[in-house]
Nanobody, 122 residues
Framework: EVQLQASGGGLVQAGGSLRLSCAAS????????IGWFRQAPGREREGVSC????????YYANSVKGRFTISSDNTKNTVYLQMNSLKPEDTAAYYC???????????????WGLGTLVTVSS
């Protein structure tokens, strides 16, 4: 059974940092891209960052470039999202998901797992 569990969210002041973790199981980790998405109240889910070991690439949304860093530990089947210089507009529920590639449309993803809430106070 494919499972992805996001963790590490919390309440932080603007300018602060958090590191999110995505623990994956039930599939061959190296064969998939792992993406981070977020959804704020009243807004659509959006892609934040993605890493693909097989393709050797990473992706960042313009809104987080230079502030967020994605990495993976294949020995632990875990992907991390280091979030620095957090802004109130980063407040959202964050989810991780597996996909064939970082360009795979989010509409095709059907296994989201539970998200982790990030709240950035001003």
């Amino acid at each position: 059974e494919v499972q992805l569990q996001a963790s590490g969210g919390g309440l932080v002041q603007a300018g602060g940092s958090l590191r999110l973790s995505c623990a994956a199981s039930g599939f061959t980790f190296d064969d998939y891209a792992i993406g981070w998405f977020r959804q704020a109240p009243g807004r659509e889910r959006e892609g934040v960052s993605c890493i693909s070991k097989s393709a050797g690439n990473t992706y960042y949304a313009n809104s987080v470039k230079g502030r967020f860093t994605i990495s993976s530990d294949n020995t632990k089947n875990t992907v991390y999202l280091q979030m620095n210089s957090l802004k109130p507009e980063d407040t959202a529920a964050y989810y991780c998901a597996a996909a064939p590639s970082c360009s795979y449309p989010k509409e095709g993803i059907d296994n989201w797992g539970l998200g982790t809430l990030v709240t950035v106070s001003s």
